[in-house]
């Protein structure tokens, strides 16, 4: 068994989403000055790796307390969506199956790998009819290595809409995906955690998103 960190770091000045709060990470107190080290965090809750609640679109829809734990842990299917362009929409046929009910599904961009350039808002996107498809099968987990599962910038948001609907989580800038795409192809089970932090009445929270493979 082995755990493979899918989060990116926080630090001052990382990519958020256009328009949301920007990061600064520094120092609150020092041991040399005050005998304990402590950190000021300046953050959105959309900050980083995190999950969306289906508040984060609608003021009626469920808060991120007031969902099941069992939304943010589970196994996992990986999608390989490597192939994708930028700007590409990620239709229903790449979910082939489709994936069992209660599966958290993440899919494997390989944006991540613009992560901190200017090319890394033109992602790959999903498709209303994947995020249809995805619901109608049962899937209430759904994960991307790039900064939304919309494209961005957006005027709307379907996928988030349908997905959030159902009362399904999305989690975004994941990163780190190809290892259990190869874990995934060897055979070896996969179980992922997304457990975010413990903000009541939130839209969303940062993660420290981590699979067991194996």
Same mark, same amino acid.
């Given at each position: 068994?082995?755990?493979?960190?899918?989060?990116?770091?926080?630090?001052?000045?990382?990519?958020?989403?256009?328009?949301?709060?920007?990061?600064?990470?520094?120092?609150?107190?020092?041991?040399?000055?005050?005998?304990?080290?402590?950190?000021?965090?300046?953050?959105?809750?959309?900050?980083?790796?995190?999950?969306?609640?289906?508040?984060?679109?609608?003021?009626?829809?469920?808060?991120?307390?007031?969902?099941?734990?069992?939304?943010?842990?589970?196994?996992?299917?990986?999608?390989?969506?490597?192939?994708?362009?930028?700007?590409?929409?990620?239709?229903?046929?790449?979910?082939?199956?489709?994936?069992?009910?209660?599966?958290?599904?993440?899919?494997?961009?390989?944006?991540?790998?613009?992560?901190?350039?200017?090319?890394?808002?033109?992602?790959?996107?999903?498709?209303?009819?994947?995020?249809?498809? +995805?619901?109608?099968?049962?899937?209430?987990?759904?994960?991307?290595?790039?900064?939304?599962?919309?494209?961005?910038?957006?005027?709307?948001?379907?996928?988030?809409?349908?997905?959030?609907?159902?009362?399904?989580?999305?989690?975004?800038?994941?990163?780190? +995906?190809?290892?259990? +795409?190869?874990?995934?192809?060897?055979?070896?089970?996969?179980?992922?955690?997304?457990?975010?932090?413990?903000?009541?009445?939130?839209?969303?929270?940062?993660?420290?998103?981590?699979?067991?493979?194996?």
């Amino acid at each position: 068994m082995r755990l493979i960190d899918l989060s990116v770091p926080i630090a001052t000045g990382m990519p958020v989403y256009p328009g949301d709060p920007r990061v600064t990470v520094a120092p609150a107190l020092s041991a040399t000055d005050d005998g304990v080290n402590v950190l000021h965090l300046d953050m959105g809750s959309q900050s980083g790796t995190h999950v969306d609640a289906p508040f984060h679109i609608d003021d009626t829809l469920p808060t991120l307390d007031q969902l099941p734990l069992e939304r943010f842990w589970g196994p996992a299917v990986v999608v390989d969506a490597r192939g994708a362009g930028p700007r590409t929409p990620l239709g229903p046929s790449l979910f082939e199956g489709p994936p069992r009910a209660g599966t958290i599904v993440l899919v494997a961009t390989g944006w991540s790998r613009h992560w901190g350039t200017d090319a890394y808002p033109a992602h790959p996107y999903l498709t209303p009819e994947a995020a249809e498809l +995805l619901v109608a099968a049962g899937i209430r987990t759904v994960g991307i290595d790039a900064l939304s599962v919309d494209t961005t910038p957006a005027d709307d948001f379907p996928a988030h809409r349908i997905l959030c609907g159902a009362h399904a989580v999305i989690a975004e800038n994941l990163t780190g +995906l190809d290892p259990l +795409l190869d874990a995934q192809s060897a055979g070896e089970p996969i179980e992922v955690s997304l457990l975010p932090l413990r903000l009541p009445a939130a839209d969303g929270a940062p993660v420290r998103a981590v699979a067991r493979v194996g």
